[in-house]
């Protein structure tokens, strides 16, 4: 019997399980940022003037941790411009205007795929970066140096609001089961592992029902804790293993990946179709119609906003992901790129009044990996580096919990992503 990892009871507010996903209508002109995934960024191998298609690979680059970019409709390219990120980088985007015929790429065909070599040179030539909102290249995780046994799929999907990944599983079950069968063909990974937390029950009996025929591919319910889709927690609590602190998750003998980006895997197998949209949650207190949408890249928040009939003028907080790990936007006008998994919009924001720490001890029962925030905290105030890899902050998620439940309102969570910096860089 494996013992779970701690975590924090968050209210679920999950608005839009039952509403299937809808494409939104093709928006009249896109902005494709040359970089949406941890890593390097493209450089655009197209000019103004230039026609594209569906498909068409308009930027690129030489450097491993990246991954190309492909044109999400087809039209004429009207601007490369610069672009501010949520996360402060800048970077190169193409404007493209739509000409309303989505004419597909002539050159796209199903990659041929063999071996694991050809595997991870396709996995990359899709685009393809971890679709559960942290931008890590696919391909990479595809070249371990280690053994893996166990291939793990993340279907918890903890965070509030979000559904996305939970329309992933019982809309189009049979992609994920396949693209399960894909890699595991090609890794030489001898079993599977779907974690899925149990307040989705029919998610879980869906894929029990597609996974009933493949004895290597497991479905493991999991206990409705937040973080339950961190990476080290789901391993820890699906196969008892510890990720230390550097370690990789490959170093367990373990290769995780979030169902969706399984299921797209498959789905460019099947097609040649690179990653040109996405599926996403929009939710919040200013939003009418709550929904979940597929979206061409680089298409605007305010379009998806305006689709959900969101109140804008009611809105002051806006958020790309969940409202624990997800980062506020500057303006609706930022494109939706490849990690985009939800559009929040708020007008109610919580705001505790900062006071002075009571030595309560929250903060570290709620941590998953029992680290003590108040510490790293103070480390950081004074610049102890030396403090800061003692109480391990290179093992901290950033997760939130800690700054969930501080009753004195300390932003822990963000404290320690900001004495990160201070840490020596290997």
Do not use: W
């Amino acid at each position: 019997m494996i013992k779970k990892l701690h975590g924090v009871h968050l209210p679920h507010k999950k608005d839009t399980e039952h509403k299937e996903c809808v494409h939104i209508p093709l928006p009249k002109t896109v902005k494709i940022p040359m970089l949406m995934n941890m890593g390097a960024p493209c450089t655009p191998l197209v000019k103004v003037g230039d026609t594209v298609t569906v498909g068409q690979k308009i930027g690129d680059t030489d450097a491993f941790f990246s991954v190309p970019v492909h044109a999400s409709v087809s039209g004429t390219v009207t601007a490369i411009t610069d672009h501010l990120g949520a996360n402060g980088a800048t970077c190169k985007a193409v404007e493209i205007e739509t000409d309303g015929k989505q004419t597909v790429c002539p050159d796209l065909k199903p990659p041929v795929i063999t071996d694991r070599e050809s595997l991870a040179k396709a996995v990359r030539e899709s685009g393809v970066v971890g679709l559960g909102g942290a931008g890590f290249p696919t391909h990479i995780k595809l070249n371990p140096k280690t053994k893996i046994d166990t291939l793990l799929i993340n279907g918890a999907e903890c965070e509030p609001y979000i559904t996305s990944d939970y329309r992933q599983m019982v809309e189009s079950p049979e992609d994920i089961i396949n693209g399960i069968k894909l890699l595991m063909q090609h890794l030489d990974i001898p079993k599977a592992k779907i974690g899925i937390e149990n307040n989705k029950p029919e998610a879980v009996k869906v894929l029990v029902q597609m996974a009933d025929q493949y004895p290597e591919i497991d479905i493991a319910p999991l206990p409705t804790t937040y973080p339950q889709g961190a990476e080290k927690v789901m391993i820890y609590n699906t196969t008892g293993r510890i990720v230390k602190e550097g370690q990789l998750p490959s170093d367990v003998g373990v290769i995780v990946m979030n169902v969706s980006t399984v299921a797209f895997i498959y789905r460019y197998a099947q097609t040649g179709m690179p990653l040109t949209e996405r599926r996403l949650t929009i939710d919040g207190d200013t939003i009418k119609n709550p929904c979940n949408l597929i979206v061409p890249i680089g298409t605007s928040v305010a379009e998806a906003l305006e689709f959900a009939k969101c109140d804008t003028d009611r809105v002051k907080k806006l958020i790309s992901g969940g409202p624990m790990m997800g980062m506020c936007l500057y303006t609706p006008d930022t494109p939706i790129c490849k990690p985009n998994n939800a559009i929040l919009a708020f007008e109610h924001i919580t705001e505790v009044e900062e006071t002075a720490c009571i030595r309560c001890g929250r903060c570290m029962r709620a941590c998953p990996l029992r680290l003590m925030p108040t510490e790293l905290e103070k480390a950081y105030k004074t610049k102890n580096v030396e403090a800061l890899q003692k109480f391990k902050l290179g093992l901290c998620m950033n997760c939130g919990s800690c700054t969930f439940v501080c009753p004195a309102g300390h932003k822990l969570a963000e404290t320690n992503q900001l004495a990160k910096a201070l840490l020596p860089r290997k």
